[in-house]
């Protein structure tokens, strides 16, 4: 299992340009880059960054190559203030980043936001999507919640870092289904946890906009979509996986028990397992 640290270190890192700012955004890369099938590039959600896949990554970069994106305004990417970290924008960076690294198809995971990142990729480039999976991801009207708005207010910059701390090991802590590993704890904690690092939170919480996943036309989804859901979720409730399964023309329901929102941290073992099966096209 790889420290946050460790994660952090065996990133790369490039510069993209979205809506006329040059953004650096940080990476994780593994697998094969000789794999026949299209990569796998994983996009977080909000308060986490691309350490969220800890787990996962290594055992789907056992036959493909794997990226972890941190979006921008996250992990271990640009922070500095004056640009927008809305999802429409990430899907901005998402696609920037794959023209970087010259990727022309892909396989698409998303949690939380990233999921919502995902939604609009794959509706609106649907010849680079050939496989789509959403884990208790934002869509149509199911977010903001209370805890991500909360941190968008302009008083949340002003706390003390202890402060601070203490909502985000709430959330962590609170947030596992049974005991919290520590170090997944403090690896989601550790980007927000700098000056530049408090404030980038607040501007990301700020950024969340309910319009843009209302405008999706979910229909124009046609890649093979697997909800691969946390059962027992009650920030992102496993109904709204149950009404994308009914206007995604190709989605089938994988749900999970035993696992809230943070689900491949809950249940990583039998998370990584059925995505493997998925891509491979072993489970429909």
Same mark, same amino acid.
């Given at each position: &299992? ?5 994660? $952090? ?10 809506? *006329? ?8 890369? /593994?697998?094969?880059?000789? @794999? ?5 590039? %994983? ?6 960054? $691309? ?19 941190? &979006? ?5 990417? @640009? &922070? ?8 429409? !924008? ?17 396989? +698409? #995971? ?6 919502? #990142?995902? =939604?609009? %990729? ?22 903001? #919640? ?5 941190? *968008?207010?302009? $008083? ?36 927000? =946890? ?10 990301? /919480? ?19 979509? +697997? ?7 009650? &920030? ?7 009404? +994308? ?7 089938? +329901? @994988? ?14 073992? !039998?998370?990584?397992?059925? =995505? ?5 096209? /072993?489970?429909?």
């Amino acid at each position: &299992m790889v420290d946050h640290e460790t994660w $952090s270190d065996e990133q790369s890192a490039t510069t993209v340009s979205v809506d *006329g700012h040059d953004l650096e955004i940080a990476y994780h890369e /593994a697998g094969p880059a000789d @794999a026949d099938e299209p990569p796998v590039v %994983f996009v977080h959600g909000i308060p986490t960054w $691309s350490y969220l896949w800890r787990d996962v990554v290594p055992p789907v970069a056992e036959d493909r190559r794997t990226i972890a994106l941190d &979006m921008a305004g996250y992990g271990n990417s @640009a &922070m500095y203030d004056g640009f927008d970290r809305s999802i429409r !924008a990430q899907e901005g960076v998402l696609e920037a980043l794959l023209d970087d690294l010259g990727i022309e198809e892909i396989a +698409l #995971v998303g949690h939380d936001i990233g999921g919502g #990142v995902a =939604l609009r %990729f794959a509706a609106h480039n649907p010849d680079v999507v050939d496989r789509l999976v959403l884990s208790n991801a934002v869509c149509y009207d199911s977010w903001p #919640v209370e805890f991500v708005s909360n941190l *968008g207010l302009p $008083s949340t910059a002003d706390i003390d870092r202890e402060e601070l701390e203490g909502r985000l090991e709430a959330a962590f802590v609170e947030g596992a289904y049974g005991e919290a590993d520590p170090e997944f704890v403090g690896g989601m904690k550790a980007p927000w =946890l700098t000056d530049d690092g408090h404030l980038s939170l607040v501007r990301n /919480a700020v950024a969340t906009n309910t319009n843009h996943t209302i405008e999706i036309d979910y229909g124009a989804i046609d890649a093979e979509t +697997l909800l691969l859901w946390g059962e027992d979720d009650v &920030m992102q409730p496993y109904g709204y996986a149950e009404r +994308l399964a009914d206007d995604v023309a190709d989605a089938e +329901l @994988a749900p999970l028990s035993e696992a809230y929102h943070w689900v491949p941290e809950d249940r990583s073992d !039998a998370y990584a397992e059925r =995505l493997r099966a998925f891509l491979s096209g /072993a489970q429909r």
